[in-house]
């Protein structure tokens, strides 16, 4: 899962279209809706830290957990700037340790989809629902076979004076994996571009499995909408989000 090694230096300038203050307020919504209005949260997949600032912001406690070290250096400058008080932990979401429980677990921007196993994402999903509290909530994006159908074999380029980016992609039908091939020109300070290659794979899941993981990890499904609503996703959406709950654990007393 070693990715964004070097599109980590410039993600932020090539994100600058996605509205986080606009998904912050979504995700922050959703969370309130299942009745974790404060309290202890973990971001699974927090690359360079901007959601679990806005999180953080929102008044959450937070911890952030990336498998990506030159993300999470950024997402340390970050705090620094904004003096909010975030654990960062360098993990890999398959495998993740925390010392106790979280009222809830978020991950955005499709960090599932780059699970590419059954076994692994159930695995995932059982690591958070033992992390979770009792009744604790569980909500994730992902994208879809469609969004990764819309995508197909595609080019996608960008050039700014501070880098510049070239993004090819493949959908495989069979094994529903996405590919792109990410070939990066990054300024090196003395008027030169040196270029870096990264290869990402995604993996676009059905619904249905993800319910059936979910229930079999132990947690219950609450909900799954349409990215951005609170309207149920149908197999043509792009992005959907689930909510899921922690329903074995009993409260302490």
């Known amino acids: 899962m070693a990715s964004y090694e070097n599109f980590a230096r410039v993600y932020d300038l090539f994100m600058d279209n996605i509205p986080y203050e606009e998904w912050s307020a979504y995700l922050c919504g959703l969370l309130a809706d299942y009745g974790v209005r404060d309290g202890l949260v ?26 990506a070290p030159d993300m999470l250096e950024l997402a340390l400058e970050k705090k620094l700037g904004s003096g909010h008080d975030i654990l960062y932990l360098q993990q890999d979401m398959r495998e993740f340790e925390l010392y106790g429980t979280v009222r809830a677990v978020v991950s955005v921007c499709d960090s599932m989809n780059y699970i590419l ?103 219950r499904v609450e909900a799954c909408y349409r990215a951005f609503s609170r309207e149920a996703a149908q197999e043509p959406d792009e992005r959907v989000y689930f909510i899921a709950r922690e329903c074995r654990k009993k409260a302490v007393e």
């Not at 690359?47 to 600032?53: A, D, F, I, P, Y």
């Not at 806005?54 to 990336?66: F, P, Q, S």
């Open 117 to 219: 196993d059954e076994e692994e994402l159930l695995q995932v999903f059982r690591l958070v629902n033992n992390y979770l509290d009792p009744g604790g909530v569980f909500i994730f994006d992902l994208n879809t076979e469609a969004k990764y159908r819309q995508l197909g074999d595609s080019v996608i380029a960008e050039n700014r004076e501070e880098g510049s980016f070239i993004w090819e992609n493949w959908f495989e039908e069979e094994t529903q994996i996405n590919e792109y091939d990410l070939t990066l020109f990054i300024p090196n300070g003395e008027g030169l571009y040196e270029k870096y290659e990264e290869t990402h794979l995604q993996r676009a899941y059905a619904l249905e499995t993800v319910q059936r993981l979910l229930v079999q990890a132990g947690l």
């Open 42 to 67: 973990l971001e699974l997949g927090c690359g360079t830290g901007t959601m679990t600032e806005l999180l953080a912001a929102a008044g959450y406690d937070m911890i952030g957990v990336d498998n």
